[in-house]
């Protein structure tokens, strides 16, 4: 990439500055036309390839925006990101390490092949296998309370009421059938208490969230700011428990890319089947991109260059 990496100030640059570096990244990805959209999901195939929309929101609230910003997408795997900070605040550090695990599979994030190579284990929330598990372990006496909690956990990072859309729960309803086999190889293993079949249904429904790209960039924007929404004031998690999530987002948010992102981004970040990524910038900000067509680990394109574009531009790399 032909832009030179700025050294992080611990701050983001002046605000007209932002705007600009967000305007350009858009302008230089805009005409892309590399990638497929995902359509293992049927009704994933009908986004428009054209649509990109970039967001980022520092944690003092400041928002700064270009292109489809404002249109709604389901949220896909980006939701196990959220659902595990509000998980990991729960049962604690200590359980997420022994009953889950925070390592890497270096394979496709619906691997069944991970979980039997490690004895059962669904070894990271950010794959399907360990998503899951995760999503069992969401507090709720009935499947219906723990449904409920997702949905005001993510809207409570988000600062909005999150809708769920009936559309993408369905058609995604009907082709599911490797998370259903992925659960039942959990429960073989003793790893999943609650029925399989209805944790499927209510991770399935907290893939069809509808999300922008400004709520990605405010739900990331909270990570980046010790739990605290930005916008709403909001304390979501606990600073330990966003700390927790960052650190597995480093190792896992990319599947088995995450090597490749860390080392050109340097930015803790989740992506999703649907074209939305969220990086997040600790103490500063958090970016929230959305563009459907994807790499074939299922990582948008527009939105991983315009990522790593401005991670090098405003001084975000970690590293
Ligand atoms: O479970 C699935 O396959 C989808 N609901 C989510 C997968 C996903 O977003 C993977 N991301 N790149």
């Given at each position: 990439?032909?832009?030179?990496?700025?050294?992080?100030?611990?701050?983001?640059?002046?605000?007209?500055?932002?705007?600009d570096?967000?305007?350009?990244?858009?302008a230089?990805y805009?005409?892309?036309?590399d990638g497929?959209?995902?359509?293992?999901?049927?009704?994933?195939?009908?986004a428009?390839?054209s649509?990109?929309?970039l967001t980022?929101?520092?944690?003092n609230?400041?928002?700064?925006?270009?292109?489809?910003?404002d249109?709604?997408?389901?949220?896909?795997?980006i939701?196990k990101?959220?659902?595990?900070?509000?998980?990991?605040?729960?049962?604690?550090?200590a359980?997420?390490h022994?009953?889950?695990?925070?390592?890497?599979?270096?394979?496709?994030?619906?691997?069944?092949?991970?979980?039997e190579?490690?004895?059962g284990?669904?070894m990271?929330?950010?794959?399907?296998?360990?998503?899951?598990?995760t999503?069992?372990?969401?507090?709720?006496?009935?499947?219906?309370a723990k449904?409920?909690?997702?949905?005001?956990?993510?809207?409570?990072?988000a600062?909005?009421?999150?809708?769920m859309?009936?559309?993408?729960?369905?058609?995604e309803?009907?082709?599911?059938?490797?998370?259903?086999?992925i659960?039942?190889?959990?429960?073989?293993?003793?790893r999943?208490?609650?029925?399989?079949?209805?944790?499927v249904?209510?991770?399935?429904?907290?893939c069809?969230?509808?999300?922008t790209?400004?709520?990605?960039?405010?739900?990331?924007?909270?990570?980046?700011?010790?739990?605290?929404?930005?916008?709403?004031g909001?304390?979501?998690?606990?600073a330990?428990?966003s700390?927790d999530?960052?650190?597995?987002?480093?190792?896992?948010?990319?599947?088995?890319?995450?090597g490749?992102?860390?080392?050109?981004?340097?930015?803790?970040?989740k992506?999703?089947?649907?074209?939305?990524?969220?990086a997040?910038?600790?103490?500063?900000?958090?970016?929230?991109a959305?563009?459907?067509p994807?790499?074939?680990a299922?990582?948008?394109?527009?939105g991983?260059?315009?990522?790593?574009?401005?991670?090098?531009?405003?001084?975000?790399?970690l590293?």
């Amino acid at each position: 990439l032909d832009v030179t990496q700025q050294a992080s100030t611990g701050d983001l640059p002046a605000k007209s500055h932002v705007d600009d570096l967000i305007a350009d990244a858009h302008a230089r990805y805009a005409g892309l036309s590399d990638g497929v959209v995902a359509d293992y999901i049927p009704i994933l195939a009908e986004a428009e390839p054209s649509w990109f929309g970039l967001t980022l929101v520092g944690i003092n609230g400041s928002t700064h925006s270009a292109g489809d910003a404002d249109i709604t997408f389901s949220i896909q795997s980006i939701s196990k990101a959220f659902v595990f900070a509000l998980v990991c605040e729960e049962v604690g550090h200590a359980a997420i390490h022994d009953r889950i695990g925070v390592n890497n599979t270096g394979l496709p994030f619906n691997s069944v092949m991970a979980v039997e190579l490690n004895g059962g284990n669904p070894m990271n929330s950010m794959v399907n296998a360990g998503a899951i598990a995760t999503t069992a372990l969401m507090p709720g006496r009935t499947i219906a309370a723990k449904w409920e909690n997702i949905r005001n956990g993510l809207s409570r990072f988000a600062g909005r009421a999150l809708e769920m859309d009936d559309t993408v729960y369905e058609s995604e309803m009907l082709t599911n059938q490797r998370n259903k086999a992925i659960a039942r190889l959990l429960q073989s293993y003793k790893r999943l208490d609650p029925d399989p079949l209805d944790i499927v249904d209510i991770y399935t429904r907290q893939c069809a969230l509808s999300v922008t790209a400004t709520d990605l960039a405010i739900m990331g924007s909270t990570l980046a700011n010790g739990g605290v929404n930005p916008i709403t004031g909001e304390q979501v998690v606990s600073a330990w428990a966003s700390r927790d999530t960052l650190a597995l987002l480093a190792s896992c948010g990319l599947y088995e890319r995450s090597g490749e992102w860390l080392f050109e981004v340097g930015l803790p970040a989740k992506s999703g089947v649907s074209g939305g990524i969220v990086a997040v910038a600790p103490g500063k900000g958090a970016l929230g991109a959305f563009s459907p067509p994807l790499d074939s680990a299922g990582n948008s394109i527009r939105g991983q260059r315009a990522c790593a574009y401005l991670s090098r531009s405003l001084g975000l790399n970690l590293f």
